[in-house]
C-alpha cells in the first residue's frame, strides 16, 4: 500500500507542514486557532454502544488525545497512533498486547535501561521468555526463534552507545517469520525516521524527549498498524495508562516545533561529534553521523539525519568524566533527553543504574560514559563550553 493512501494526513505533502496541521479540527472549535484544553474527566452519552467508544479521560479518546492520534499518525504515515502516560507505558502496554502467557520475544542487547529491566525482571511473573539478539548479525536470529515466538524489538539508535541496527533485515526476518515488528524510535524522532515507511508494525516513542521537546512533561505514543494500534488501545484502557489532557495540549504545542528543533540538533551534534574526534583527551565518540562510525553508511541510508544524542570516553576515565561535567556549563546535568536545553549524564548512574555493573561491561556501558543531548542552544557556545571543561 503506499505511504499516502496509509496516512492519515493525505492533505499534507511535507512533515513541517504536518507537524503544524495535521489532526487539527475542522472546523476550528469556537474559531480558536490553537486546541483549547478538555479539562474534564467525562462527556455526554453519545448512544456509543462499546465500552471503549464511551468519551471517558481514561479511555484517551477526548479531543486532545484524538487531535494528538491523527497528528502523530500523519508524521510517520501511519495508520493510527496512541498517545499513552508515559514513554515506558507504551513499551510495556504494546508488549503485554503482542505477548501472552507463555508467548517469547526476540529483542535487541543493547537497550534503554527501563526497556532492559522490564524484561528481565518482570517477564517472568507474566510467563513470557526472551532472547537477546545482536541486532546486528541477521544470520544469528533463526537459531534463537521458538515456536512461541511473537515479535522482534530493536531501537532505532540504540541508548547509551549509539549503535544502528540492521533495520532493513528487522522488518524482513518479522515477515518471513509472522513476528510483530516493534521498535523504539525516541532518539531518531520522525525527523530522522519514520518506521512505518519502512515496514515496522509498532513505532514506540517516549513523547517526553523530542516530541515534546521542553523537559516538561512525561508521555509515550505507539504508533503503527490500525488493528494493532486499536488492541493496544483496548489493554491500556484496562491498564490505566492514561494521558492527562493538559499534558496532550503541551505535547500537541511542542511538536509542532519539532522540525525546526531536530533539525538544529542535528547539525549541533554532528559538530561537536567531530570537535570531540578530534580532541586530544577523548578515548572515543560514539556518533552515527562520525564516518568513523561503524555502521555510519548504514545510517546515512536509513536516516535523514543523525539526531542529537552522542556519547564518549575520556582518556582519563572516571575521574575525567566527573571533572568534565563539573566544569562544563551550558549542559545540565540530568536524566533524559530531547530537549531545548542540552542535558549530560553518565548513564551508568542514570538510564542504565538498574542493570547489574556486570551487565553494564558486558554491552560496553563503562562507569565513565558520558551521554550528550545536543539543545538548541549556540553551537559555538557549546564547543567553547566544551573546550574550557575538556582543560
Known amino acids: 500500500m503506499k505511504t499516502e493512501e496509509r496516512s492519515v494526513g493525505t492533505k499534507y505533502k511535507h512533515l513541517d507542514t504536518k507537524l503544524v496541521h495535521a489532526g487539527e479540527p475542522e472546523p476550528r472549535i469556537k474559531g480558536a486557532v490553537s486546541l483549547p484544553i478538555f479539562q474534564s474527566a467525562m462527556f455526554e452519552y453519545a448512544g456509543e454502544t462499546n465500552y471503549h467508544d464511551l468519551k471517558y479521560i481514561r479511555l484517551n479518546n477526548t479531543p486532545n488525545h484524538v487531535a494528538l492520534h491523527e497528528k502523530l499518525a500523519a508524521l510517520e504515515s501511519a495508520e493510527a497512533a496512541l498517545v499513552t502516560a508515559s514513554g515506558m507505558a507504551a513499551i510495556s502496554t504494546s508488549l ?3 505477548l501472552s502467557h507463555g508467548d517469547h520475544l526476540l529483542i535487541q542487547a543493547h ?18 521468555s526472551y532472547d537477546f539478539i545482536d541486532a546486528d548479525d541477521p544470520e544469528s536470529w533463526k537459531s534463537k526463534l521458538r515456536p512461541k515466538t511473537q515479535a522482534i524489538y530493536v531501537e532505532t539508535v540504540s541508548n547509551p552507545l549509539l549503535q544502528v541496527a540492521d533495520l532493513k533485515s528487522v522488518v524482513a526476518f518479522a515477515k518471513a517469520n509472522g513476528l510483530v515488528s516493534m521498535i523504539d524510535n525516541t532518539f531518531a524522532s520522525p525527523v530522522n525516521f519514520r518506521p512505518p515507511e519502512h515496514g515496522f508494525d509498532l513505532s514506540l516513542h517516549s513523547c517526553t524527549k523530542y516530541l515534546n521537546g521542553h523537559s516538561d512533561i512525561v508521555a509515550g505514543a505507539c504508533i503503527g498498524r490500525r488493528d494493532l494500534i486499536q488492541e493496544i488501545t483496548h489493554k491500556l484502557n484496562h491498564l490505566g495508562g492514561s494521558l492527562d489532557p493538559h499534558a496532550a495540549f503541551l505535547l500537541y504545542r511542542g511538536v509542532k516545533t519539532l522540525g525546526v528543533r531536530v533539525r538544529y540538533q542535528n547539525e549541533s551534534a554532528l559538530k561537536l561529534a567531530r570537535f570531540l574526534e578530534k580532541h586530544s583527551a577523548v578515548a572515543k565518540v560514539n556518533y552515527p553521523g562520525l564516518e568513523s562510525h561503524p555502521r555510519h553508511q548504514r545510517a546515512r541510508e536509513l536516516f535523514d539525519g543523525f539526531g542529537g544524542m552522542l556519547s564518549f570516553e575520556l582518556k582519563g576515565g572516571l575521574e575525567a568524566s566527573e571533572r568534565f561535567m563539573q566544569k562544563a556549563k551550558i549542559p545540565i546535568p540530568a536524566p533524559s533527553l530531547g530537549g531545548v536545553e542540552s542535558l549530560m549524564t553518565r548513564p551508568s548512574t542514570t538510564s542504565h543504574s538498574g542493570m547489574s555493573p556486570e551487565d553494564r561491561k558486558k554491552l560496553g556501558i563503562s562507569d565513565s560514559l558520558i551521554r550528550i543531548s545536543v539543545g538548541i542552544e549556540t553551537t559555538e557556545d557549546l564547543l567553547e563550553d566544551f573546550d574550557q571543561a575538556l582543560k
Do not use: I, M, N, Q
Open 96 to 98: 503485554l498486547t503482542v
Open 111 to 128: 537497550l534503554y535501561g527501563g526497556t532492559h529491566d522490564l524484561v528481565t525482571k518482570d517477564f517472568a511473573s507474566f510467563g513470557l
